[in-house]
């Protein structure tokens, strides 16, 4: 192969002291071919050089030294314009692979990272030149290669480039197999397109110093608009990039502490391309003046002009540090305090009005007093050692690291840990009013509109319900429909029309009855069947979405996901039994109308929940005072006391998990407690650690997240079901939303979700905001668990499905017929 394929293949960039920073690559085998030259071909090639020649390239103050160009040929068969090409990479010392196949060039680019690739555009019968070109531009690495289309000579009129363009390629080079012509356009590359990249990739190790400086540094444009602040910048000022890139200079708030006629001084001397240098007060994000010594550098470009401005901000630590340990101090004493105040009642040991005199004595004095109290303290909550550790490590750490720790702290004392903040109204209402109605519990409800949801009385088995019937006893139609009910694809809306709307007490006893639900509870197959029927007699076969159709399709997704091999591994029979039972019943007598709603219309369940969770309570509470008021339909009766205690403790947190304003507490603390730790082990090569794997999965905490994130995948699923499933699931959702914003307005209540509007809203959009910000990522993790690839592949589809009929400007459930 010639001594060419020994070469240590480095990049490297050596500043004036002389250090350098190497990016190797060791050369590997692949089924590509090293070209020193092609002597096969007949051409008159000189023999390989082993030396390797560096070539120096000036970027501003930088000085950088370039191997030898690596180049990767893709031509699927040996022609004049390829051996052209590798007699051209010889004579111009450049090291040269040669690709027959698409896959070995993919494979040779993501192990070398080549400078330059050409490919062969002329023949498409070979391979797909554009979508090779778009496949190595998905590679991160390849953003600073130089990519070129060999292309046919045109026999009639000149085609476009955009399409080349288009697919990634940086140029096109028309087919001349002439060697001295190919070694030109070699030459042309390397000093021209080539030699831009290098200095470009260069200055990422300069964004990167700029990212990691301590120091603010701001760069504005010739008219002093911000183009960039660094991460330095955010922590010392308050602000995020987002809020001052493309503002000019004059609309960021000024310091009054500045003297009048400083700016127009700075102004003056830097439109000069004159450097300034002085003391100025900025004023950050929260109003406070902070003292920097600033250094302001024009820099000039094009046409000898200046271009740009950088700034370098330094806060004068020694007067800012101590005016912010100060207030830190005041702050942690006061907070102090307040914690032992309750300490006092507590434990009865301090006088609460001597505690706090106490803290009028002096700062110093105070903070020591109160620390004493905090580490005292009997009881200490996690997040409060979190916090006291953090304010201590402020004690010793420079400004720009106490004030990211002051955001750090904000952030900790804020109750909504787990809720990602979202953009604004404008940016994406559909989310914003989805995710308020599902996640918070409505405005205070407005003077004099009040809603009343009357009580349910009596709750009770209807009379032509009462005749239980067994397993066997069911029509043959009925069980015909549920015969592949153990599938994904089970069609829920066939049961409905089967059974009359009554599909959740016949899929109820096939499900009951596969899992040996009766023995468990050690209950008559009569009395299972009551119980069902009572059930489902409380859910409202008038709401179109939350009726007993829904409750069905839950159980039937729980059934399913704890026949997955790893739910098996983590639950017990009881929890299989708690998570039947309350997918069952988990929204039992729902009224059709979210938590907001309720909270809005200052109803009889929200003002007996306290405004918290108030559906939720409602389901658990209702389902156990069905299930206990009669004999007939009490399917605990038979079991132990303490058995029973932890089977409705079960039921009660699964079905509290349903509700969605700790969505994101739920999921987050599965994936860190249980899907890293697995992942975890699978990397270290503990795929047959049996205990590790066992013990994560079956801890006590583990089980209750295992089966917590079981019932919210089982509750809102719709989007992982096949497609006229999951169609049908989403304009029954909307018009229940529909009908909720008719009666808000016909109330005067606050309307929870205005982009339900039934004449306005686009459901192929409320679709898509409720998978991108609830469904994707639950359902990632939970396949990451449970292994569900068909589940995934339904998600994909139905939101290309949604996706579709957005982009066509298509509001409506499906599309017009042809």
């Given at each position: 192969?010639?001594?060419?394929?020994?070469?240590?293949?480095?990049?490297?960039?050596?500043?004036?002291?002389?250090?350098?920073?190497?990016?190797?690559?060791?050369?590997q085998?692949?089924?590509?071919?090293q070209?020193?030259?092609?002597?096969?071909?007949?051409?008159?090639?000189?023999?390989?050089?082993?030396?390797t020649?560096?070539t120096?390239?000036?970027?501003?103050?930088?000085k950088?030294?370039?191997?030898?160009?690596?180049?990767?040929?893709?031509?699927?068969?040996?022609?004049?314009?390829?051996?052209?090409?590798?007699?051209?990479?010889?004579?111009?010392?450049?090291?040269c692979?040669?690709a027959?196949?698409?896959?070995?060039?993919?494979?040779?680019?993501?192990?070398?990272?080549?400078?330059?690739?050409?490919?062969?555009?002329?023949?498409?019968?070979?391979?797909?030149?554009?979508?090779?070109?778009?496949?190595?531009?998905?590679?991160?690495?390849s953003?600073?290669?130089?990519?070129?289309?060999?292309?046919?000579?045109?026999?009639?009129?000149?085609?476009?480039?955009?399409?080349?363009?288009?697919?990634?390629?940086?140029?096109?080079?028309?087919?001349?197999?002439?060697?001295?012509?190919?070694?030109?356009?070699?030459?042309?590359?390397?000093?021209?397109?080539?030699?831009?990249?290098?200095?470009?990739?260069?200055?990422?190790?300069?964004?990167?110093?700029?990212?990691?400086?301590?120091?603010?540094?701001?760069?504005?444009?010739?008219?002093?608009?911000?183009?960039?602040?660094?991460?330095?910048?955010?922590?010392?000022?308050?602000?995020?990039?987002?809020?001052?890139?493309?503002?000019?200079?004059?609309?960021?708030?000024?310091?009054?502490?500045n003297?009048?006629?400083?700016?127009?001084?700075?102004?003056?001397?830097?439109?000069?391309?004159?450097?300034?240098?002085?003391?100025?007060?900025?004023?950050?994000?929260?109003?406070?003046?902070?003292?920097?010594?600033v250094?302001?550098?024009?820099?000039?470009?094009q046409?000898?002009?200046?271009?740009?401005?950088?700034?370098?901000?330094?806060?004068?630590?020694?007067?800012?540090?101590?005016?912010?340990?100060?207030?830190?101090?005041?702050?942690?004493?006061?907070?102090?305090?307040q914690?032992?105040?309750?300490k006092?009642?507590?434990?009865?040991?301090?006088?609460?009005?001597?505690?706090?005199?106490?803290?009028?004595?002096?700062?110093?004095?105070?903070?020591?007093?109160?620390m004493?109290?905090?580490?005292?303290?009997?009881?200490?909550?996690?997040?409060?050692?979190?916090?006291?550790?953090?304010?201590?490590?402020?004690?010793?750490?420079?400004?720009?690291?106490?004030?990211?720790?002051?955001?750090?702290?904000?952030?900790?004392?804020?109750?909504?840990?787990?809720?990602?903040?979202?953009?604004?109204?404008?940016?994406?209402?559909?989310?914003?009013?989805?995710?308020?109605?599902?996640?918070?519990d409505?405005?205070?409800?407005?003077?004099?509109?009040?809603?009343?949801?009357?009580?349910?009385?009596?709750?009770?088995?209807?009379?032509?319900?009462?005749?239980p019937?067994?397993?066997?006893?069911?029509?043959?139609?009925?069980?015909?429909?549920?015969?592949?009910?153990?599938?994904?694809?089970?069609?829920?809306?066939?049961?409905?029309?089967?059974?009359?709307?009554?599909?959740?007490?016949?899929?109820?006893?096939?499900?009951?009855?596969?899992?040996?639900?009766?023995?468990?509870?050690n209950?008559?197959?009569?009395?299972?069947?009551?119980?069902?029927?009572?059930?489902?007699?409380?859910?409202?076969?008038?709401?179109?979405?939350?009726?007993?159709?829904?409750?069905?399709?839950?159980?039937?997704?729980?059934?399913?996901?704890?026949?997955?091999?790893?739910?098996?591994?983590?639950?017990?029979?009881?929890?299989?039994?708690?998570?039947?039972?309350?997918?069952?019943?988990?929204?039992?007598?729902?009224?059709?109308?979210?938590?907001?709603?309720?909270?809005?219309?200052?109803?009889?369940?929200?003002?007996?929940?306290?405004?918290?969770?108030?559906?939720?309570?409602?389901?658990?509470?209702?389902?156990?005072?069905?299930?206990?008021?009669?004999?007939?339909?009490?399917?605990?009766?038979?079991?132990?006391?303490?058995?029973?205690?932890?089977?409705?403790?079960?039921?009660?947190?699964?079905?509290?998990?349903?509700?969605?304003?700790?969505?994101?507490?739920?999921?987050?603390?599965?994936?860190?407690?249980?899907?890293?730790?697995?992942?975890?082990?699978?990397?270290?090569?503990?795929?047959?650690?049996?205990?590790?794997?066992?013990?994560?999965?079956?801890?006590?905490?583990?089980?209750?997240?295992?089966k917590?994130?079981?019932?919210?995948?089982?509750?809102?699923?719709?989007?992982?079901?096949?497609?006229?499933?999951?169609?049908e699931?989403?304009?029954?959702?909307?018009?229940?939303?529909?009908?909720?914003?008719?009666?808000?307005?016909?109330?005067?209540?606050?309307?929870?979700?205005?982009?339900?509007?039934?004449?306005?809203?686009?459901?192929?959009?409320?679709?898509?905001?409720?998978?991108?910000?609830?469904?994707?990522?639950?359902?990632?993790?939970?396949?990451?668990?449970?292994?569900?690839?068909?589940?995934?592949?339904?998600?994909?589809?139905?939101?290309k499905?949604?996706?579709?009929?957005?982009?066509?400007?298509?509001?409506?459930?499906?599309?017009?017929?042809?």
């Amino acid at each position: 192969m010639g001594c060419a394929s020994s070469i240590h293949i480095s990049d490297r960039v050596v500043y004036h002291s002389g250090k350098e920073s190497e990016d190797s690559h060791s050369p590997q085998q692949t089924n590509t071919t090293q070209h020193q030259g092609n002597p096969a071909s007949g051409l008159p090639l000189k023999p390989p050089s082993c030396k390797t020649t560096l070539t120096e390239v000036q970027f501003g103050p930088m000085k950088l030294f370039k191997d030898p160009l690596q180049v990767l040929l893709v031509f699927a068969k040996e022609d004049s314009q390829s051996n052209g090409f590798c007699w051209a990479c010889e004579k111009a010392n450049f090291r040269c692979s040669m690709a027959r196949t698409p896959e070995s060039a993919l494979e040779c680019f993501l192990e070398k990272h080549h400078d330059l690739v050409i490919i062969d555009h002329r023949h498409s019968r070979h391979f797909d030149a554009e979508a090779l070109c778009r496949s190595i531009r998905a590679v991160n690495s390849s953003e600073n290669t130089v990519i070129v289309a060999v292309v046919k000579r045109p026999d009639r009129e000149e085609a476009s480039v955009m399409p080349l363009i288009n697919a990634g390629f940086n140029r096109r080079y028309v087919e001349n197999g002439n060697m001295m012509a190919c070694y030109n356009e070699l030459l042309q590359l390397e000093h021209g397109e080539v030699r831009a990249q290098f200095k470009l990739r260069a200055g990422n190790a300069i964004f990167t110093a700029i990212e990691q400086s301590q120091e603010a540094i701001e760069i504005t444009s010739e008219d002093q608009v911000i183009q960039y602040v660094n991460p330095a910048y955010e922590s010392i000022m308050g602000y995020q990039q987002g809020e001052l890139i493309g503002k000019e200079i004059i609309e960021v708030p000024k310091s009054e502490k500045n003297k009048p006629d400083l700016l127009e001084t700075i102004n003056s001397c830097i439109r000069k391309g004159k450097e300034w240098q002085g003391i100025y007060y900025a004023k950050k994000k929260n109003g406070d003046s902070i003292q920097q010594n600033v250094k302001i550098t024009p820099v000039i470009g094009q046409g000898g002009k200046i271009r740009h401005y950088v700034s370098i901000n330094r806060p004068l630590n020694d007067n800012n540090k101590s005016d912010k340990s100060s207030e830190r101090v005041q702050a942690e004493s006061q907070t102090d305090i307040q914690s032992s105040k309750h300490k006092d009642r507590r434990k009865g040991s301090l006088d609460v009005r001597s505690t706090t005199s106490r803290g009028s004595d002096g700062s110093s004095q105070r903070r020591h007093s109160s620390m004493a109290r905090i580490h005292s303290m009997t009881i200490e909550a996690p997040i409060t050692k979190v916090i006291n550790i953090i304010n201590a490590a402020q004690e010793s750490s420079p400004m720009p690291v106490a004030e990211a720790l002051d955001r750090v702290l904000e952030i900790l004392r804020t109750t909504e840990l787990y809720s990602p903040q979202l953009g604004t109204k404008d940016e994406d209402p559909h989310t914003n009013d989805l995710v308020g109605g599902l996640m918070t519990d409505g405005l205070r409800r407005l003077s004099g509109n009040e809603y009343i949801f009357s009580t349910k009385q009596p709750h009770h088995i209807p009379s032509h319900l009462t005749t239980p019937l067994s397993l066997n006893d069911i029509p043959p139609r009925i069980a015909q429909t549920m015969e592949n009910e153990d599938s994904w694809d089970f069609d829920i809306f066939n049961l409905e029309a089967a059974t009359i709307k009554r599909p959740l007490t016949y899929l109820g006893m096939k499900i009951f009855s596969r899992f040996g639900v009766c023995e468990f509870l050690n209950c008559p197959e009569a009395t299972l069947r009551s119980w069902l029927q009572v059930i489902e007699a409380n859910y409202h076969s008038s709401n179109s979405y939350h009726n007993s159709s829904h409750a069905a399709d839950v159980l039937h997704a729980t059934a399913y996901f704890l026949c997955k091999e790893r739910v098996k591994q983590s639950l017990d029979p009881i929890d299989e039994v708690a998570a039947l039972i309350a997918a069952t019943v988990h929204d039992v007598d729902h009224p059709g109308r979210t938590n907001s709603f309720l909270c809005n219309a200052g109803s009889e369940l929200a003002i007996l929940y306290n405004d918290t969770a108030v559906l939720e309570s409602h389901h658990a509470a209702l389902a156990f005072q069905i299930t206990t008021r009669d004999d007939k339909c009490n399917i605990f009766k038979n079991i132990e006391r303490n058995e029973y205690r932890t089977l409705r403790q079960a039921i009660i947190d699964m079905v509290l998990a349903t509700e969605m304003t700790k969505h994101f507490e739920h999921v987050n603390k599965f994936v860190n407690s249980i899907n890293k730790p697995l992942a975890a082990l699978e990397e270290n090569g503990g795929n047959n650690d049996e205990e590790s794997v066992k013990g994560i999965l079956t801890s006590p905490e583990n089980r209750i997240l295992v089966k917590r994130m079981l019932i919210k995948c089982a509750d809102i699923s719709n989007p992982c079901r096949p497609q006229e499933l999951c169609i049908e699931w989403a304009g029954r959702i909307s018009e229940e939303y529909f009908a909720q914003t008719d009666e808000e307005k016909r109330q005067g209540l606050p309307v929870v979700m205005p982009v339900f509007d039934r004449n306005t809203c686009s459901i192929p959009k409320s679709q898509i905001s409720f998978i991108d910000y609830f469904i994707t990522d639950m359902f990632d993790a939970w396949d990451a668990f449970a292994d569900l690839p068909n589940l995934m592949q339904h998600l994909d589809n139905n939101f290309k499905y949604w996706k579709g009929l957005d982009e066509r400007k298509l509001h409506s459930l499906r599309p017009p017929p042809e």
